[in-house]
T-cell receptor
Framework: GQQVMQIPQYQHVQEGEDFTTYCNSS?????IQWYKQRPGGHPVFLIQ?????EVKKQKRLTFQFGEAKKNSSLHITATQTTDVGTYFC????????????FGTGTRLKVLA | GAGVSQSPSNKVTEKGKDVELRCDPI?????LYWYRQSLGQGLEFLIY????????KSGLPSDRFSAERTGGSVSTLTIQRTQQEDSAVYLC??????????????FGQGTRLTVV
């Protein structure tokens, strides 16, 4: 079945350092979304990417969707302690049921 | 309501008992999803309802798990003869009808199930 892998699984950074998580799908996606889950919380939507090669920015966060629409990345510039949490990508298949296939997640810890 | 509501928030049950978990999606959202998240792990897809279409049950781990969605709104996830490995947080999410521009999933707070 379709799989969506994320690397790294864990990342510890010093506050102020940059952070990147990568998302890779075994199949082509119609779109990809990113979610953030704070410790003890539930996933919260961050952004959606639809077009091949699309790049979107939200303040210190930069999201990219690969040209082949099978991979994506989230880059955080100058991390802050408020960035702590687990970041998940979620893809929609291009056919069949439109359930979200969530990536394995990257847990980010930011050391002050 | 303003968001996705799940009940109960916590449930402790004895091994072998049946449990029912409830999800009230955002009004008007035709798509409803159930996921399971074990401690420190990712989101495991369980089942997906979309409008009047047959649900996608491909993620249900065994025949002890079933789900219904009545009237296109409230959903109930039932686990029969619970086992300790069923212990996890069960998350429900809803979204509007699929469209490239509008498929954000809104999650509930989850039900933490502990089987003792």
């Amino acid at each position: 079945g379709q799989q969506v892998m994320q690397i790294p699984q864990y990342q510890h950074v010093q506050e102020g350092e940059d952070f990147t998580t990568y998302c890779n799908s075994s199949t082509t996606l119609s779109n990809i979304q990113w979610y953030k889950q704070r410790p003890g919380g539930h996933p919260v939507f961050l952004i959606q990417l639809v077009k091949s090669g699309e790049v979107k920015k939200q303040k210190r966060l930069t999201f990219q969707f690969g040209e082949a629409k099978k991979n994506s990345s989230l880059h955080i510039t100058a991390t802050q302690t408020t960035d702590v949490g687990t970041y998940f990508c979620a893809g929609h298949r291009t056919s069949g049921t439109y359930k979200y296939i969530f990536g394995t997640g990257t847990r980010l810890k930011v050391l002050a | 309501g303003a968001g996705v509501s799940q009940s109960p928030s916590n449930k402790v049950t004895e091994k072998g008992k049946d449990v029912e978990l409830r999800c009230d999606p955002i009004s008007g959202h035709t798509a409803l999803y159930w996921y399971r998240q074990s401690l420190g792990q990712g989101l495991e897809f369980l089942i997906y309802f979309q409008g009047n279409s047959a649900p996608d049950k491909s993620g249900l781990p065994s025949d002890r798990f079933s789900a219904e969605r009545t009237g296109g709104s409230v959903s109930t996830l039932t686990i029969q003869r619970t086992q300790q490995e069923d212990s996890a947080v069960y998350l429900c999410a809803s979204s509007l009808l699929f469209s490239p521009q509008n498929t954000e999933a809104f999650f509930g707070q989850g039900t933490r199930l502990t089987v003792v």
